[in-house]
């Protein structure tokens, strides 16, 4: 997200723009912060000319490690989902992947009205393909394919 970011938005030092990244999981937490990914992972996956302008590789571990422009707009937190939320201001979107397919309806409930509170009105969650709100009671509205939007705003 951030390189797609840094990529199409030309005016992005004069933006409000940061990305919170969340889990649970205080190893997966860990490795998100070192920024680095080996080259069989990202391969397939990430655009060649994305990986030249946004990672450095060591070719001794055949390794990409994230630039500061992208890490200078990502923070990165642990978050229960069903827990506290310690945020002070709302998000514009929210994207969730690959969490609630964990989840019982009843916690997929309280997880998605504890997100909806966070988002902005007029704001977004979008959802990965894999995740669903069938049988979940919200008050989002549904966009299309996994997007819903918080009531109000513009």
Same mark, same amino acid.
């Not at 055949?62 to 201001?89: C, M, Q, W």
């Not at 988002?119 to 009671?137: A, D, F, H, N």
């Given at each position: 997200?951030?390189?797609?970011?840094?990529?199409?938005?030309? $005016? &992005?030092?004069?933006?409000?723009?940061? &990305?919170?990244?969340? $889990?649970?999981?205080?190893?997966? +937490?860990? /490795?998100? /912060?070192? #920024?680095?990914? *080996?080259?069989?992972?990202?391969?397939?996956?990430? $655009? /060649?000319?994305?990986?030249?302008?946004? *990672?450095?590789?060591?070719?001794?571990?055949?390794?990409?490690?994230?630039? $500061?422009? =992208?890490?200078?707009?990502?923070?990165?937190? /642990?978050?229960? +989902?069903? #827990?506290?939320?310690?945020?002070?201001?709302?998000?514009?979107?929210?994207?969730?992947?690959?969490?609630? &397919?964990?989840?019982?309806?009843?916690?997929?409930?309280?997880? &998605?009205?504890?997100?909806?509170?966070?988002?902005?009105?007029? !704001?977004?969650?979008?959802? !990965?393909?894999?995740?669903?709100?069938? !049988?979940?009671?919200? !008050? =989002?509205?549904?966009?299309?394919?996994?997007?819903?939007?918080?009531? #109000? #705003?513009?």
């Amino acid at each position: 997200m951030a390189a797609v970011c840094l990529e199409t938005l030309p $005016d &992005i030092a004069k933006l409000d723009l940061k &990305i919170l990244a969340t $889990d649970i999981s205080t190893r997966v +937490l860990a /490795e998100a /912060e070192k #920024g680095t990914y *080996f080259y069989k992972r990202l391969s397939g996956n990430v $655009d /060649e000319k994305r990986l030249r302008r946004h *990672f450095t590789f060591n070719p001794e571990h055949h390794s990409f490690t994230v630039k $500061d422009d =992208l890490r200078k707009l990502v923070s990165i937190r /642990e978050l229960n +989902l069903l #827990g506290n939320y310690p945020f002070n201001r709302k998000f514009d979107v929210v994207f969730l992947r690959n969490v609630l &397919i964990y989840f019982e309806v009843k916690e997929k409930e309280t997880a &998605i009205a504890k997100i909806a509170e966070t988002i902005k009105p007029g !704001g977004y969650l979008v959802l !990965g393909l894999s995740e669903s709100l069938v !049988g979940v009671r919200h !008050g =989002l509205e549904s966009m299309r394919n996994s997007i819903y939007r918080a009531p #109000g #705003g513009k």
